[in-house]
């Protein structure tokens, strides 16, 4: 075990110092703050793939590898994305103030939808069973199964770009969570509204995890 945890570690640093390399300083050795913001998203990106592919993978020292180099380079995306748009601001704290403004509204929106999206899955389940048992009893046709089936596709696809958003709005706020705590500090104002967002967007994505899982449970149990 102590052999196979070295080279999970070894991997993955060699895999995030591949995706950092050439992105983390200027020309004449210093570092700006995009360049830090993209360094940081790669580095949290990097380790988080390497820990998931070590567990996932038969191999753990190349599933860590695969992992982390997977992952930075996701990070190393979410980093830039967080360095554009703080460039449009004049200073950090109107930076913090918008992201946290950002993440209100899209917790806000993204609720309202999952609550809709949750009525109409109920209302799709009790649908789908009396058409199944109308089925079975020889007064639905396949043709109407068929539908239903698509109907649910339609819904299954609109609540995976829900929770697809919401993945992508936790890793951003995450990162910008993981920033500012490490240069503001756990008390200040904006790390602590910033880690507040935080706990809201991960309740917004389990909610959309779980309409996903209703919608694909629902779909898989319609047998046509």
Same mark, same amino acid.
């Given at each position: ?7 999970? /570690?070894?991997?993955?640093?060699? &895999? ?34 390497? %820990? ?17 180099? &997977? ?10 994305? @967080?360095?554009?748009? /703080? ?22 929106? &993204? ?37 239903? /089936? ?7 696809? /609109? ?10 709005? %936790? ?46 449970? @629902? ?6």
């Amino acid at each position: 075990m102590p052999l196979q945890q070295s080279s999970m /570690k070894w991997l993955a640093t060699i &895999a995030i110092s591949a995706v950092l390399s050439g992105c983390a300083t200027n020309p004449d050795g210093s570092t700006n703050d995009q360049q830090a913001t993209v360094t940081q998203g790669a580095a949290f990106g990097a380790i988080m793939g390497g %820990l998931l592919g070590a567990a996932v993978s038969d191999n753990r020292g190349r599933g860590a590898l695969i992992g982390a180099a &997977a992952g930075g380079v996701i990070g190393a995306g979410v980093g830039n994305s @967080i360095a554009q748009r /703080k460039a449009e601001y004049a200073n950090e704290e109107d930076f913090l103030v918008e992201e946290i403004r950002r993440n209100q509204e899209f917790t806000q929106e &993204a609720d309202a939808q999952n609550d809709q999206l949750r009525q109409e899955i109920a209302q799709l389940d009790r649908e789908s069973r009396q058409l199944e048992r109308r089925y079975r009893a020889g007064k639905a046709s396949r043709d109407a199964l068929t539908q239903q /089936k698509t109907r649910l596709e339609k819904q299954l696809a /609109k609540a995976k770009q829900i929770n697809s958003l919401a993945e992508q709005q %936790l890793a951003d706020t995450n990162q910008v969570y993981q920033e500012s705590r490490q240069k503001r500090g756990p008390r200040d104002q904006y790390t602590q509204k910033l880690e507040s967002n935080l706990v809201d967007l991960k309740e917004t994505r389990q909610q959309s995890n779980q309409n996903v899982s209703n919608l694909q449970r @629902i779909y898989d149990s319609m047998s046509i």
